[in-house]
């Protein structure tokens, strides 16, 4: 799917333990949900990406829905199962054979029927022929077709899923404005109360948005567009990079990187006999498995080893960037509804903020995670940043109402870090701002620091230089012998950026330890500025004959 389309959205609805959680899992092609044999266990809704025949798409898993009842927790879930139809596209209603028709079921089918929404219907837990029969009861809810499936095995699965997707609606586009080249999408991403209204007004420079001291003012995501007079230095670091490779070719690419880092105040040296081994296991990896179907990415070795092509490829990079730079830089920033832990979640509008906050991280280029540093860092924090992470996004973290933070002496800042950095250590990458949205402190530095990050999300490093720099660090720390024999690192070639994918090749991409591949990644981290943004790694390892 293009990165300038919106997803659509499928709902798997239906009484408790009828098996929407095992569906679930095998539609994102994952254990994400947890899935027992008694009712009630998904109580709230979980999200994931799902691809199928060609259509990519969020799936909803809700919980158990029960038309009528007093028990307030069913209560909660039936509201939790109504919000996801609201918000979805197409709906799938489960049933569980093995029990046969409900009243419950019958209730369920009259409401969906009375909605806008499509909706196909699904018999779960017809695991063999002798199941079959289970499925004609069901014909009695008079509904245009009734698939028998077994979400557990998949029998039948493929099929209610081919007639669903084809009711999904033609993919949403993001608008031109969004798409234009010196656009950067950016969500403001936090606790409620952390500030985020207030950093939105304090950027903009007027009380656009309501702020208040109370937790959930913002009850929805909110954009607005901000706009600053084009960067001149980013401007002369992309025309000086895209000369020196229009005038030295791949032997000049060594150069963009100098200039870049002078013309940003930074010096940054290849360090081949920097800390040891175990010292870098102590840092933050970002590692993808490789998916079997790799080959996608790489139709063959000749093709990252095409210097021409690879030149191509970072002369139209740096041209973009060129062009971007020329431009006055807009922002549209995305001020999004708090997130809590989940049984604080009260109100039916406060869940349905929350899901919107989810799909402003899929919107964003730039996250900007707010923590309030009177609190410090909380669970909910780290699962933000795990989500912001996850998706491959760049981060910079803000450490919001620094002025209020009591007894702060020379040392506060630092202690402040190195505690962020433990309890945040997958987001190791990102900088990190102290700042008070209400104040204004150090809030002019927080889109130069965008700018950067997301700079650097869409770096890419020529396939040559990128395979002298591993070779080297291959030769002065090789990877530990597995099962008597030595692993072997072919190449390396950045396959794609936004977020810095790097494919390696390798002669069996298992016997390469999880400390070895952090090494490099770190390796690499530390060669080229990636601050701000995650490193995919994807080690294909050759097929044996």
């Not at 829905?65 to 709906?91: C, H, N, W, Y």
């Not at 790799?294 to 060129?322: I, S, W, Y």
């Not at 040559?464 to 070639?493: C, D, I, K, M, T």
Request: glycine share 8%.
């Amino acid at each position: 799917m293009s990165e300038h389309a919106r997803k659509p959205v499928v709902a798997i609805v239906g009484r408790p333990n009828v098996g929407k959680s095992t569906l679930f899992n095998r539609l994102v092609g994952r254990r994400a949900a947890i899935v027992e044999d008694f009712a009630g266990v998904t109580r709230d809704r979980h999200y994931g990406d799902g691809e199928l025949f060609g259509h990519e798409f969020i799936v909803i898993d809700t919980g158990g829905f029960e038309p009528e009842t007093d028990d307030g927790m069913l209560k909660a879930m039936r509201g939790q199962a109504q919000l996801a139809i609201e918000e979805s596209d197409v709906v799938i209603a489960l049933f569980d054979g093995r029990e046969g028709l409900l009243p419950a079921d019958r209730e369920i089918t009259r409401m969906l029927e009375r909605s806008d929404k499509p909706v196909h219907y699904g018999v779960n837990k017809i695991d063999g022929q002798r199941h079959e029969p289970l499925v004609a009861e069901f014909w009695e809810l008079g509904v245009k077709m009734v698939w028998g499936v077994s979400a557990q095995h998949g029998p039948g699965v493929y099929d209610l899923m081919e007639a669903a997707l084809a009711d999904l609606p033609e993919v949403e586009m993001l608008s031109e404005e969004e798409q234009a080249p010196n656009v950067t999408k950016v969500a403001i991403i936090g606790k409620p109360n952390a500030g985020k209204s207030t950093l939105v007004n304090r950027l903009l420079g007027e009380d656009r948005l309501l702020t208040s001291d109370i937790p959930g003012t913002t009850r929805d995501s909110i954009d607005t567009w901000l706009e600053l007079p084009r960067d001149e230095q980013a401007l002369l670091a992309a025309e000086t990079a895209l000369a020196v490779v229009d005038g030295g070719g791949e032997e000049g690419l060594s150069g963009v990187e100098a200039d870049a880092a002078a013309l940003d105040g930074r010096t940054e040296d290849l360090d081949l006999t920097g800390p040891s081994l175990d010292e870098d296991e102590r840092l933050p990896t970002y590692t993808w498995e490789a998916p079997e179907d790799v080959e996608a990415l790489a139709e063959a070795e000749d093709r990252f080893g095409d210097q021409e092509r690879d030149l191509e490829r970072v002369r139209e990079a740096l041209q973009k960037q060129v062009e971007r730079a020329g431009l006055a830089r807009r922002y549209l920033v995305i001020d999004t509804a708090g997130v809590r832990r989940r049984k604080w979640v009260k109100t039916a509008l406060e869940k349905y903020s929350i899901v919107k906050s989810f799909k402003s991280i899929d919107r964003a280029e730039v996250c900007l995670l707010v923590i309030d540093a009177t609190g410090g860092v909380t669970d909910q924090d780290a699962k933000l940043a795990s989500m912001i992470q996850a998706k491959g996004k760049a981060c910079v973290i803000l450490v919001n109402k620094w002025d209020i933070v009591a007894d702060k002496d020379s040392w506060t800042a630092g202690k402040y870090v190195r505690q962020l950095r433990l309890d945040l250590g997958f987001v190791g990458y990102a900088p990190i701002l102290f700042i008070s949205a209400l104040t204004g402190q150090r809030v002019h530095k927080i889109m130069a620091a965008v700018d950067r990050v997301r700079r650097n999300w869409q770096r890419r490093v020529a396939t040559g230089e990128l395979n002298r720099f591993v070779e080297a660090v291959a030769e002065h720390q090789p990877p530990p012998v597995h099962r008597g024999r030595r692993p072997r690192l072919y190449y390396a070639s950045q396959v794609s950026t936004g977020p810095p994918t790097v494919l390696l090749s390798v002669n069996d991409k298992s016997s390469f330890k999880t400390s070895y591949q952090r090494f490099l990644l770190n390796r690499i981290r530390r060669r080229w500025d990636f601050e701000g943004t995650p490193i995919k790694l994807i080690w294909r390892g050759r097929k044996r004959r």
